[in-house]
């Protein structure tokens, strides 16, 4: 099938515009989200081009519903493809150098005390340090931290590395982003299927996430609340925004 065809019909079953991009991604094979405005960005492995129009009502249906049923379906499609995509050119991946030590914390350590104390040592990530962030004259809001799945990494603000931030405050930051790599991994440890990914450029501050963020649901922030100085945290970020914003 060519492009365009696979494109009219995923757009004819999902009665939805379609942005298509084919990649020869063996890890995630399938992953979509929605754009700007009504279209769905679909990243699929061009093996999918073989593929039926059953398994093209499938993704429709997964990209709609999510059902367990279509979910199945294009995982026995991948299965039986496995070969062929494993054959691919493998993409080109940069290495991943990771910061632990910061000036004032050590962010490994931090994340396996919270690791022990939270999570019976169960959550198997990285972490690192983003990059030094460029001065910028007013900062509106800050982003402290990002979990992204497709590096199973992550990522803490510089903004945090100094002294001025109370261990419990850093630690909680920590503890965030671990249950996003809980509730992640808990949700897609044994499919080859991954969830919308934001498209993240951690220069800095900026983490550009396409996709309106429903990732902090009942469930987390449940979980959230586990946080032993939760309160404190909350109360200390309020009230020490304006000065975190100026560092
Ligand atoms: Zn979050």
């Known amino acids: 099938m060519e492009f365009e065809e696979f494109k009219q019909k995923l757009q004819k079953y999902t009665k939805q515009p379609i942005n298509l991009i084919l990649t020869t991604n063996r890890r995630i094979v399938f992953s979509f989200n929605r754009g700007e405005g009504n279209e769905i960005n679909v990243r699929i492995n061009k093996i999918f081009l073989n593929s039926t129009q059953g398994i093209i009502k499938a993704i429709a249906e997964f990209i709609l519903r999510r059902t367990r049923k279509s979910k199945n379906e294009i995982k026995k499609f991948i299965r039986l493809n496995q070969d062929e995509i494993d054959r691919l050119k493998p993409v080109r991946r940069r290495k991943i150098f990771l910061f632990h030590q910061g000036v004032h ?3 490994k350590e931090i994340f396996d005390k919270i690791n022990n104390k939270y999570f019976s040592n169960k959550i198997d990530c990285r972490i690192s340090w983003g ?3 460029k001065k910028v004259k007013r900062k509106k809001s800050i982003r402290y931290g990002a979990f992204i799945q497709e590096k199973n990494l992550i990522m803490v603000s510089r903004v945090l590395d100094n002294d001025f931030i109370p261990d419990f405050f850093i630690e909680y930051i920590v503890y965030h982003e671990m249950l996003h790599a809980y509730f992640f991994n808990l949700k897609n440890s044994k499919i080859r299927l991954t969830y ?5 450029n951690f220069s800095g ?3 550009k996430s396409k ?12 979980k959230e609340r586990e946080f032993a100085e939760y309160e404190r945290k909350k109360k200390w970020g309020k009230e020490n925004l304006e000065k975190m914003l100026k560092l």
Do not use: G, S, T, W
Request: glycine letters at 0%.
């Open 211 to 222: 996709r309106p963020q429903i990732v902090h649901d009942a469930e987390f922030k449940l």
């Open 131 to 133: 990059k030094y962030p």
């Open 196 to 200: 919308p990914q934001m498209q993240i």
């Open 105 to 107: 914390f050590n962010l």
């Open 205 to 207: 501050l900026k983490v």
